[in-house]
Structures are given as C-alpha cells and as structure tokens.
C-alpha cells in the first residue's frame, strides 16, 4: 500500500478517540461494549449459517441445480432468459461463491463480450443471495418468521433476472 493508504485508518482511529475523549466518552469502554455486542450478533447468527453452508453444499453436490436448470430452460427461454445462465439463477438465491463461480465459467467459456458473458454479469450484480441474507438478517433481528419477506425477495430477484436479459438483448443483442 502507498503512505496515504496506510495513514488514512491511523488518522480516521486519531479522530474518533480525540472526539470521544472532547465530548468525556470512555473510549476503551466503548470500543469493549461494541466488541461485545459484535460477539453476541455473531453467536446469534451462528446457528443459520452452521444450518445454511451445509445445505448449499449438499444441494451443488446432489447435481440438483443443473438438473433443474436443464428442466426450466425452456421456461426461461421464454421469458427472454439466455438458458446457458440457468445454473446462475438457481444457484444466486442460495450462494453467492457458487454464483460467482458459475458466472465466472460462463464468462470464461462464452467471453466476457457475449450476450451470455454481459447478462451473467449483469444478473449477478443485480441479486442478492436472498435465503443467505434472509437467515442472516432475520437471525439478527432474532425473528422467528419471515412472513412474506423471502417470496417478495425471491420476485425481486426474478424481476432482476429477467430485466437484466432484456437490458442486455436490448443494448448487446
């Protein structure tokens, strides 16, 4: 890193604990209790995340993605949705490196120029991995049901689906 680059969290550190310490904040108490607090969120979320990594794991390997995305392509053919990006909307709810690694053959395989290539980009920077951060969100909170939150999100993420290959037949087409 260059000299700014390095200073910058130095002087960002300086600056809070000089306004702490002119406003009579106990600044290492502070810096405990947020410590704290942090540890307590992570113990929260611990038990989603230890049920959820598992889960993502068995599911890429039971091969169910790609059987899936070989049964719904022509669906998503219909909705205008290039069928070789199939694998990356089923696996983008679930897993963001599971995602990016399919994005990332696609982008390898057809270039990052392609149809194909744009739209995996463009779907991928356009979701979310929704069941992730809704296991992490709603565990934090320490809410017990998701209501209609996960089904409006997983919407979200088809509209960003099929917006993004639209978008891209329009302006790459």
Request: charged share 15%; aromatic share 8%; glycine share 10%.
């Amino acid at each position: 890193m260059s000299g700014a680059g390095t200073l910058l969290p130095a002087v960002l550190m300086g600056a809070l604990m000089l306004a702490g310490l002119t406003r009579g904040v106990d600044v290492y108490d502070a810096l405990l209790a947020g410590a704290k607090k942090g540890l307590r969120v992570c113990l929260d979320l611990l038990p989603a995340l230890l049920a959820l990594f598992p889960a993502i794991g068995l599911l890429r390997a039971s091969g169910l993605p790609e059987r899936l995305g070989a049964l719904l392509s022509p669906v998503f053919s219909a909705l205008g949705i290039p069928e070789e990006t199939a694998l990356l909307l089923l696996l983008r709810p679930l897993s963001g490196s599971g995602a990016m690694a399919a994005a990332s053959e696609l982008i390898s395989r057809f270039g990052p120029d392609s149809l194909v290539g744009r739209t995996a980009a463009v779907m991928l920077g356009s979701s979310e991995t929704t069941l992730y951060v809704a296991a992490v969100y709603f565990s934090a909170a320490g809410s017990k049901k998701s209501r209609w939150a996960i089904p409006a999100a997983l919407f979200a993420d088809l509209v960003c689906f099929v917006s993004s290959a639209w978008l891209c037949r329009l302006f790459w087409g």
